[in-house]
């Protein structure tokens, strides 16, 4: 067990001083937007540790993953506003995915800016909203502003925390990215706790029908 952790502690030294990691960042960053299991916050706490142990600039680590992002989530758009037709009748062949659609694309034009910037935050739903802004026409200079806030904050505070846990632990690197993952997965929960709460707090205040 000791030597697999030596191996680990190993492999992420290198991975954060290689010169690669900024390219490997942005493509993270960009994927994630389109396929949701790519780990691009585990990559930006990585570059946030690497910036914290003098490898990486950390202005530079929370550009590049916005860049990547915001690219990725464009091309999301785009995508769902080529597909629109298809991805109706998608929706309409089940029930819920038809009242989630009907639900997500209310919400956009209602107040598209506020569910631009935090979606991110909620577990699969950045994706389902790109898609639909674009497939319900949703203005994209509209759409691109507020992503850029979106992803400015986010971003930023996923490198900081990868900052934070590289500086608190710069003597274990392995420990210093547990540290951050485990800090940042509190955070997220917190979040979606809060606004499960708020959602059904919402709910019960509306008349019954």
């Given at each position: 067990m000791t030597e697999l952790m030596e191996v680990a502690r190993h492999l992420l030294g290198i991975a954060m001083a290689s010169h690669w990691l900024l390219l490997i960042l942005f493509a993270a960053a960009a994927l994630d937007a389109v396929f949701p299991v790519v780990p691009s916050e585990g990559m930006v706490i990585t570059a946030g540790m690497a910036a914290a142990a003098g490898h990486q600039n950390l202005l530079l680590v929370i550009a590049v993953a916005m860049a990547g992002s915001v690219i990725g989530e464009s091309a999301c758009y785009f995508?769902?506003?080529g597909s629109g037709p298809v991805l109706h009748r998608?929706?309409?062949?089940?029930?819920?995915?038809?009242?989630?659609?009907?639900?997500?694309?209310?919400?956009?034009h209602a107040r598209g800016g506020l569910i631009l910037m935090t979606v991110r935050y909620i577990p699969g739903a950045r994706m389902v909203a790109t898609l639909t802004a674009g497939a319900t026409r949703y203005s994209f200079k509209?759409?691109?502003?507020?992503?850029?806030?979106?992803?400015?904050?986010?971003?930023?505070y996923?490198?900081?925390l990868g900052y934070l846990g590289g500086d608190a632990f710069a003597h274990d690197q392995l420990k210093g990215l547990a540290f951050s993952l485990g800090l940042a997965?509190?955070?997220?929960?917190?979040?979606?706790?809060?606004?499960?709460?708020?959602?059904?707090r919402r709910a019960a205040k509306l008349p019954a029908a």
């Open positions: 995508l769902g506003r998608w929706m309409r062949r089940q029930e819920r995915r038809q009242q989630l659609y009907d639900k997500v694309a209310t919400a956009l509209k759409f691109l502003v507020f992503t850029f806030f979106g992803v400015t904050i986010a971003y930023t996923v490198a900081l997965a509190v955070i997220g929960l917190v979040i979606e706790t809060a606004r499960r709460i708020a959602v059904k």
